[in-house]
């Protein structure tokens, strides 16, 4: 399917063990109605992926699916050599995998602060030391501390799902369109730091429609198209692509 | 729909989608005169517990053109948005549309005035089909009302008319082959989409859209500029909240800057986007976060600015890097935020 | 006997003292079964047999005062069929649940019941529920003959003829217990009412005796029915400081009551109706009621009767109504037997007939040899001397008068004769 | 134990008017719940407003038959109008307790005693039907088994439905239907596109209290008689369970679901006593029978839930999306 | 013995029948004696009722009353005569005041009070007819009231004292709801279900505490084992039924009428095995005590107390605990929860065992405070707690306590305030509908933002 495999594979040590691989996955919500019709996908220690496609490709369904809350039919999901497929997701978190989802990705009822503290469920001692760190991200969010997150703005919220996922310092980390809603300094810094979390060791698997951002950051990318993986490759690989700008990615960016 | 336009200038046809006469009636300030307001707000204000959401003293949206409200995240645009059509009420002032005072009116009467808005955070009728979701945006259907629903005579020929327009929009919007899935079926974007494309189905005088390409794969954005474009045309007029600053440039013929609840700034886009108190607003308020860590920017942002590809330092680059740059450029001289 | 002297002991008279008049005679209903020997065989056999439906609750909130009316209608079968049946064939009886008004099932047991063909059905209970049938039995030319409905309603009710009752109006009992009560020096009453048929139509003639007598209803709470807690009701009552509280409630007594002796007021106070009167040994500590009086209309059940109930159902802790019921089925089986047909409509003719005017009987052997032997009946029954007017309503009765013992159990005092 | 007669009287419930009247009543609620989303739990209020509207006006002011109908009709839509007024503002959950009291409130004030003139109180009132059956057009006789006020009660009541049913079809497949059904899904959004919601709400509510008043009407006039606790929380329960048998927001949901709620009631009550009568069981007496065959109709609504939530005619689909 | 007899002859019984009368008296006859036979001997032993003296008469028609003053002390020695016709009876009152004359026939009477008789200082009160003329009907005994001094004298309620005795009522009424609502809520707030059975974990409660006391255990571990019974009765509940539905992605809607189903089911096998009737409670009688210018009784004071200690202690764990962090974060998003490594599972577990054991509590409480057992007595005040529950605003834990306070107190206030006793429960409903008027989110529910 592409003439780029090659290429990723190049650029990714193959010395590096897969942290995340999705074989073949097929799920979907309703009984006999498929979203992901073999979709397979593979993180390596360190690596930074990135997901991009049209609208309903089924980015999130992976995410979901990859996560024990969408019903998987076929294939696996195998993280550090264990085979989690259909594991639920409070044990996944165990094992250090994190997500932040698309829609409805706070606790409307609960203090910002609150919302902090279910990020570190698992582990409620070093609060303190993981909400500073947040709130340096976020700056707005430690003033806020004690405002409901169902009263924030859209951008606060994204900030208070992205601040969440990181409370977690987990192993791997699956975003859904974190960038979303975010003004365009924080969405930069949003991926400077999503960036970062990456170089110190984090494996992410982050679903973008902004994809330019996307791509300029990740190590390689994933172009899903209905359920499959249409594409692979670096991000510089498929940005360059003229089928991948012209079907995905657009040139409104470029026009001045 | 755009009667009232047309009447109080019937013998001047316009284009106006070419129109390039001034949009404001003088000097380009934040809260100026407009040749030709559709809204004008007055000391609009609203405060959620000692913070003020929305303090506007003076703004005026101007007919037949595509504004794009920008500012920061919690700017307040949302909750201006909720303040104009109704759907929150304000602590004090007042604002017209086409000359009719809209406080007090409710959200159902601010849209039967032409006044239509949608979500940030999407609201599609879940067990509906797409296609019953975008009948449901059709104005002006007698069967709505109980007294002629029973005879199918009297509105079956509107229904046709707004199934032929709204297969037209979905069509457009990418939502075609959805067309009779339930809503609640839709990807985050689809939803958007529809959500989109439900409020054009009312035919507005003014569509009033918040982050409406938010989650919208840039292809189909790109194309749908277009279309959103093209709604000038028709006599429409569009506000909309984005922070997709490509889109931004690319359609609004006029933007409005709000932080923290005030009008900071306003003009068209190639000024306002290099007024320092706009990126001041907009961009520059946090870059002080960045310190901590600035290493790691550094790090990146030099690679991204050399990299030829990135859009980083490039002159396209517009306003997204710079607070990077900025930090890059030693001493960060204090662009205080909130220093009042 | 003890209670009987009417020995002048002073009574320490307390502020609101209540001391009652000696016991006057206990009359019972007539003599034992005097059915000495065979009953003789049939002359008609009846070619479909007698067959009654009941109509009683077993669920709901009057599911408490099923069980003893249920048993005493299996026992009038019993006997009836003992002593060879109704016209050569023994009686058969199918049961179901009335419900409560709240459920509606009565409506659908009475299709069920009318579906198979009974002649008579005995209930409901209460008058709500008859209420909601009355029109589908009567209609369908069955007989409805309840035990316990005391609402006056049913007398001019329009049921060609085909709605009967054994439990005597509210009347007499109301005329009884306020003169009761006014005879033992009470001048003002309070009154704690359920607010339905039952209670309200009884609150009525209590109070309109008391008040005939000279006395003075200080306070009249009134409860619905699944009402589940009293305390209101029963402060404004304790508050208006009556000399007498009558409780004209169902087995809510339970927890009115002890809220009332917690409340100080004594239990000489206090008097019962017949919806309340039970035994009370399990549920209250001893000598909470003592002196507490009560009125039950019929005469007090027997024991014989009693263990042949219990014989029935053991499970029986009451035997409410069970008396009224029994006699429902005997007067049935003898009206069909002096009718000589088991259709509803030719009993019905023949109700009032064998309840009057006669040859005393109190059971069916002996009033059913009685009639082969082609004699004229009076069925004098377990809950009273039974004599229908022409609406159906029984004329006469005993009321009788308990009082509670140091057991919170009721023993018969007296009883009274009433005439309608 | 005779299956022939069980299973006839089973059948016979099919049809009877008590079945109509719950019909009528939860199509009423199909209206409002289904179709609106008002999770209206004091249909029983409606039942008994009309009720109670027709049986006063025919016996305090002996109206004719037709007019006690229509002044029933317009004290349920006066009732509706009175409990919209405060509630339509209210989110679902909190218009479904704000109904049930509404609904109690009105079971107390007919039940009250300070107003026996009027109401009767728990006695309720009786004998009002006379003007009905006097417009029987069929004579004396037995039709298919019937008496002629059976039959009569009958062809009226289920006629009523049919009628009923109709008009609810005609109208939910209008576009004032999708406006409520977009109501029941995000009012807000609905709001957006300019449609006065209260307003929309408030027709449905008057519409389907007006077939819960309807229901009323029918539900008494074989009994000739009104019992206020006939009126309680439990006939809500029992109404929403018909609904949901039959399939939320469908139009012959309701009415199926009303026949099958009953006759589910009459096998139960027949074959728990005909295995008594016939000796097959021993451990149960007739008295825990009683009590059985509630635990046993308890017993089969929430197998029917779990099994098959959307009802005989609910869409799965739909329900995937909850 | 020969008393009676003597004045139980037939002479009473209506002479309507003569022809019969003498099988008649044969047989009253008989069944008084075996009646007194078997009774006598427990009224022997137990009632030596205080009677008065009658005057002794051979009539079975009476006429009689007692003459107190009005400070209800007995009046003796007045001279009362009944004359009709030729007939003329006359009594003097008892030392206990009472007075009774027989008469022949039943029929109107001429009764007079001889005032001349009147001890000194004691007048008829104003009003009171003397002589005045009263009638037999349908009943052989006939009483007469004469009132003296300011007459009946109806008492006066304190208002303050009465409001205060009310509140402190509806307080603990409140309350014990409140133990009540707030499992519902948690419930709710958690899974969203609208849990109509959940009158019958109330029930539940009380009925354990019985059955467990009617098979002999002592009432303390009666108790605990009734609590944990509720517990466990939460467990399975959610084990063996909510898990499953859940799992299935049931909608709310079917898991509500599932619980109304389950409603009927449990209430009905309740009384299956303990019957319709009401029982009571060990101790469940107490006498009320004065505290202060209230009284109350003691089971309502330790009511009050223990329902206050564990709301409080239930408050404690919401708010400060990760437990009860989670509790809300589960009933805000489960799957977000899910995806923060909460175990929604084990939480919803811990919320039904907590709230079987407070839904038991309150039951037990609640038999204390009625007192009785029966049933249907949860499902009866379910109404009461959801009305509650909905006041204080859906799925707040405090908002049930508030509302169920409030509640609590409009039941009992209503009397009060001249409201029927009969209508007490639309007082609190009613205060529900106006306080939702104007909060449409209840007391303290929070509005979400639109848009
Ligand atoms: N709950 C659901 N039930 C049924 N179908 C669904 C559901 N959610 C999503 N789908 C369908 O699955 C497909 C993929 O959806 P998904 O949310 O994964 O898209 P996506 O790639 O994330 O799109 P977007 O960029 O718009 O978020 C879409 O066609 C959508 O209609
Ligand atoms: N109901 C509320 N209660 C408290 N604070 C609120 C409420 N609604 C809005 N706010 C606050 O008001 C501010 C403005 O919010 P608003 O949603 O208007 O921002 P916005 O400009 O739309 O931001 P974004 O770009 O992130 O969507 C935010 O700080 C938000 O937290
Ligand atoms: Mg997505
Ligand atoms: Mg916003």
Redesign the interface.
């Known amino acids: 399917m592409s003439a780029t495999s090659a290429a990723a594979a190049a650029t990714a040590s193959p010395a590096e063990e897969s942290v995340v691989k999705v074989t073949n996955l097929v799920a979907g919500?309703?009984p006999g109605v498929n979203i992901l019709n073999g979709c397979s996908i593979e993180a390596r220690k360190g690596e930074l992926i990135g997901i991009?496609?049209?609208?309903?490709?089924?980015?999130?369904?992976l995410l979901k699916a990859m996560?024990g809350?969408v019903k998987v039919h076929s294939g696996s999901v195998v993280v550090r050599g264990q085979d989690i497929t259909g594991l639920?997701?409070?044990k996944l978190?165990?094992k250090g995998v994190?997500?932040v989802?698309?829609?409805?990705?706070?606790?409307?009822?609960?203090t910002i602060e609150?919302n902090m503290?279910?990020?570190m469920?698992?582990r409620?001692k070093d609060f303190a030391e993981r909400f500073d760190f947040v709130t340096?991200?976020f700056?707005?969010l430690g003033k806020r501390r004690a405002q409901?997150a169902?009263?924030?703005?859209?951008?606060?919220r994204?900030?208070v799902a992205m601040g969440?996922a990181l409370m977690?310092e987990p192993d791997v980390l699956l975003l859904d369109?974190p960038s979303?809603?975010?003004?365009?300094?924080?969405?930069?810094?949003t991926f400077?730091r999503v960036?970062?979390i990456n170089?110190a060791g984090v494996s992410v698997i982050m679903v973008e429609?902004?994809?330019?951002r996307c791509l300029?950051?990740c190590d390689r990318a994933y172009v899903l198209d209905q359920g499959k993986d249409a594409y692979t490759g670096t991000g510089?690989e498929l940005?360059?692509d003229p089928k991948v700008i012209?079907?995905?990615?657009?040139?409104?960016?470029?026009?001045? | 729909m755009s009667t009232h336009s047309e009447e109080s200038r019937p013998s001047e046809e316009i284009d106006y989608m070419t129109d390039t006469r001034p949009i404001a009636a003088g000097d380009t300030a934040p809260g100026c005169k407009k040749r030709d307001p559709i809204v004008v707000a007055e000391n609009v204000t609203r405060s959620f517990g000692g913070i003020n959401a929305v303090d506007v003293e003076y703004l005026e949206i101007p007919r037949h053109k595509i504004t794009a409200l920008i500012g920061p995240n919690g700017a307040g645009k949302t909750t201006l948005f909720n303040l104009l059509t109704g759907f929150d009420t304000p602590n004090s002032g007042k604002w017209q549309f086409e000359g009719n005072s809209l406080a007090g009116v409710s959200p159902y009467k601010v849209a039967r005035m032409g006044m239509v808005r949608t979500f940030q955070l999407t609201k599609v009728m879940g067990k509906l089909t797409v296609m019953e979701n975008m009948r449901l945006g059709g104005s002006e259907q007698p069967g709505e009302r109980l007294s002629k629903a029973l005879f199918k005579g009297i509105w079956g020929g509107r229904e046709k008319e707004i199934t032929a327009q709204a297969n037209v929009l979905l069509e457009k919007f990418k939502l075609d082959a959805k067309k009779d899935d339930y809503a609640a079926s839709l990807s985050g974007g689809q939803r958007k989409l529809l959500e989109m494309a439900r409020s054009l189905m009312v035919r507005p005088k003014l569509v009033m859209l918040d982050e409406p390409m938010a989650g919208v794969n840039p292809a189909l954005t790109q194309s749908l500029l277009d279309h959103i474009k093209n709604l000038k045309a028709e006599g429409m007029t569009v506000l909309f909240v984005e922070h997709d600053m490509n889109m931004v440039r690319h359609i609004a013929d006029w933007v409005v800057v709000m932080a923290e609840g005030r009008i900071v700034a306003e003009g068209p886009p190639g000024e306002v986007m290099k007024n320092p108190a706009v990126i001041d607003a907009y961009l520059g308020a946090h870059h002080d976060v960045d310190l901590g860590d600035a290493e790691g920017i550094k790090e990146l942002a030099a690679e991204l600015v050399a990299d030829e590809e990135s859009i980083v330092g490039t002159e396209n680059a517009g306003i997204i890097a710079i607070d990077v740059v900025a930090a890059d450029s030693d001493e960060p001289e204090p662009r205080k935020k909130d220093s009042e | 006997g003890g209670t009987s002297t009417p020995s002048s002991t002073e009574t320490t008279t307390s502020a609101t003292g209540i001391s009652c008049p000696a016991p006057g005679a206990v009359p019972g209903s007539t003599a034992q079964a005097g059915a000495g020997g065979a009953v003789p065989p049939a002359t008609t056999i009846t070619e479909t047999p007698l067959k009654l439906g009941s109509l009683l609750p077993t669920t709901g909130s009057l599911a408490f005062l099923g069980p003893p009316e249920i048993a005493g209608v299996n026992l009038g079968i019993k006997e009836v069929n003992d002593a060879g049946g109704v016209l050569g064939k023994p009686v058969e009886v199918i049961h179901r649940d009335s419900g409560d008004t709240k459920t509606d099932i009565a409506t659908q047991s009475t299709s069920a019941l009318l579906g198979s063909g009974v002649s008579a059905i005995i209930g409901a209970a209460s008058s709500g529920v008859s209420k909601t049938v009355i029109n589908q039995i009567t209609g369908a030319g069955v007989i409805q003959f309840s035990p316990a409905n005391t609402s006056p309603d049913f007398t001019a009710w329009d049921d060609k003829g085909l709605y009967w009752r054994t439990a005597p109006s509210d009347v007499l009992q109301g005329k009884v217990l306020g003169n009761y009560m006014a005879a033992c020096g009470a001048q003002t009453l309070g009154m704690i009412v359920l607010n339905d048929a039952y209670g309200t139509g009884l609150q009525k003639n209590v109070k309109a005796a008391f008040e005939a007598a000279g006395g003075k209803v200080v306070a009249e709470q009134l409860y619905n029915t699944g009402d589940s807690q009293f305390s209101s009701q029963v402060d404004a009552v304790v508050a208006a400081k009556p000399d007498a509280i009558v409780l004209i409630t169902f087995d809510e007594a339970k927890s009115i009551y002890p809220l009332l002796t917690g409340k100080g007021v004594k239990p000489t106070q206090m008097f019962m109706v017949d919806g309340n009167l039970y035994d009370y040994s399990k549920d209250l500590s001893a000598g909470t009621m003592k002196g507490t009086q009560g009125t039950q209309p019929g005469t007090f059940a027997k024991e014989d009767f009693k263990k042949a109930l219990l014989a029935i159902d053991p499970a029986l802790k009451t035997y409410n109504y069970a008396g009224e019921s029994y006699d429902a089925v005997n007067l049935i089986a003898l009206a069909a037997e002096e009718a000589k047909s088991t259709k509803g409509v030719d009993i019905a003719a023949h109700l009032k007939d064998v309840s009057e005017g006669g040859e005393k009987c109190n059971n069916f052997a002996s009033c059913v040899t009685l009639l082969r032997n082609g004699k004229d009946i009076d069925y004098d029954g377990q809950s009273g001397p039974i004599t229908f007017s022409d609406a159906g309503d029984p004329t006469e009765a005993y009321i009788g008068i308990y009082e509670y013992d140091n057991d919170n159990k009721p023993q018969p005092v007296k009883a009274e004769f009433g005439k309608l | 134990m005779d299956f022939g007669f069980i299973l006839s009287s089973a059948a016979g419930e099919l049809f009877s008017p008590t079945t109509a009247a719950y019909a009528l009543a939860a199509l009423g609620l199909a209206v409002h719940f289904g179709y609106s989303g008002l999770l209206n739990f004091g249909q029983a209020g409606f039942m008994a407003v009309g009720a109670y509207g027709f049986a006063i006006s025919t016996l305090t002011f002996g109206v004719p038959f037709f007019v006690g109908l229509v002044i029933a009709v317009i004290c349920s839509a006066i009732f509706a109008m009175l409990l919209g007024i405060p509630t339509l503002r209210l989110r679902a959950d909190y218009l479904a307790i704000v109904t049930i009291a509404a609904a109690e409130i009105v079971r107390y004030i007919v039940t009250t005693n300070q107003l026996t003139a009027v109401t009767g109180s728990a006695n309720g009132l009786a004998a009002f039907e006379g003007g009905f059956y006097a417009m029987n057009p069929f004579p004396a006789g037995s039709y298919m088994g019937m008496n002629n006020r059976d039959f009569f009660i009958r062809i009226v009541g289920w006629g009523l439905v049919i009628i009923c049913c109709t008009l609810v079809w005609l109208l939910m497949r209008s576009p004032w239907g999708r406006v409520l059904k977009g109501i029941r899904e995000d009012e807000n959004a609905v709001r957006s596109l300019g449609k006065n919601v209260y307003a929309y709400k408030m027709q449905a509510l008057i519409i389907g209290g007006v077939l819960g008043a309807l229901a009323g009407v029918i539900f008494t006039l074989p009994r000739g008689a009104v019992q206020p606790a006939n009126y309680g929380t439990e006939l809500t329960f029992f109404l929403y369970t018909c609904l949901l048998l039959g399939g939320l927001g469908t139009v012959l949901g309701p009415v199926v679901g009303a026949m099958i709620f009953w006759v589910v009631l009459s096998l139960s009550q027949g074959i728990l006593y005909g295995l008594i009568e016939s000796g097959a069981v021993t451990w149960l007496n007739t008295v825990q029978a009683g009590q059985l065959r509630y635990i046993l109709v308890g017993v089969a609504l929430m197998l029917l839930m779990i099994f098959r939530p959307q009802g005989v005619f609910g869409n799965k689909k739909e329900l995937a999306f909850a | 013995m020969e008393d009676l007899n003597l004045r139980s002859t037939p002479k009473g019984l209506p002479h309507r029948r003569p022809g019969r009368l003498l099988k008649v008296i044969g047989a009253v006859f008989a069944t008084v004696v075996a009646i007194l036979l078997v009774v006598a001997p427990a009224s022997q032993a137990t009632s030596p009722s205080p009677t008065p003296s009658p005057s002794i008469t051979t009539f079975q028609n009476n006429i009689s009353g007692f003459l107190r003053d009005d400070a209800r002390a007995p009046i003796a020695d007045v001279t009362i005569t009944a004359r009709s016709g030729g007939f003329e009876g006359t009594a003097k009152s008892a030392a206990n005041g009472s007075w009774s004359i027989g008469v022949p026939v039943q029929g109107t009477y001429e009764i007079e009070l001889d005032e001349q008789t009147l001890p000194a200082g004691i007048k008829l009160a104003d009003g009171q007819e003397n002589p005045r003329s009263v009638t037999f009907s349908q009943t052989s005994n006939l009483s007469v009231i004469f009132a003296f001094g300011k007459g009946i004298v109806v008492q006066q309620q304190d208002f303050g004292q009465n409001l205060l005795n009310r509140l402190v009522a509806g307080l603990s009424f409140g309350l014990l709801l409140a133990l009540a609502s707030v499992g519902l809520s948690l419930i709710f707030g958690t899974t969203g279900l609208t849990n109509f059975a959940h009158g019958e974990m109330v029930t539940l409660g009380a009925v354990l505490v019985f059955a467990f006391n009617a098979i002999g255990l002592p009432f303390w571990l009666a108790l605990i084992l009734s609590l944990l019974g509720g517990g466990l009765f939460g467990y399975v509940q959610d084990a063996g039924l909510w898990k499953p539905l859940r799992r299935r992605g049931t909608g709310l809607v079917p898991m509500m009428i599932v619980s109304i189903g389950l409603a009927l089911a449990v209430r009905y096998v309740i009384q299956f095995y303990f019957g319709g009737a009401t029982q009571q409670l060990p101790f469940a009688q107490s006498a009320e005590i004065q505290l202060g210018p209230v009284s109350i009784s003691p089971n309502n004071l330790w009511s009050l107390v223990i329902s206050a200690i564990v709301i409080a202690l239930i408050g404690i764990v919401l708010l400060k605990t990760r437990l009860g962090k989670a509790t809300r974060a589960v009933a805000d998003n489960p799957a977000l929860a899910a995806a923060s490594g909460i175990d929604v599972d084990s939480v919803i577990r811990i919320v039904w065992v907590t709230g079987g054991m407070l839904a038991s509590l309150g039951g037990i409480l609640w038999a204390y405070y009625r007192p009785g057992v029966t049933f249907d007595m949860g499902s009866q005040i379910l109404l009461l707690i959801f009305a509650g529950v909905t006041l204080g605003g859906l799925g707040t834990v405090f908002g049930a306590l508030i509302g169920s306070i409030i509640v609590g107190i409009f039941v009992e206030l209503t009397t009060v305030f001249g409201l029927a006793a009969d209508l007490k429960y639309v007082g609190a409903l009613f205060i529900m509908i106006v306080v939702l008027l104007f909060r449409p989110q209840g007391i303290l529910g929070r509005r979400e933002r639109v848009g």
């Open positions: 919500y309703l991009i496609g049209p609208n309903g490709a089924g980015k999130s369904t996560f809350l639920k997701a409070n978190v165990t994190g997500f989802p698309q829609n409805n990705n706070v606790f409307a009822a609960l609150e503290q279910m990020g469920f698992q409620p340096s991200l700056p707005e409901r169902g009263s924030l703005s859209g951008g606060e994204q900030m969440r977690m369109e979303a809603g975010l003004s365009p300094v924080k969405q930069d810094e400077l960036h970062e170089r429609q902004n994809a330019r300029q950051i510089r940005m360059k012209q079907l995905y990615l657009g040139t409104l960016a470029d026009e001045v």
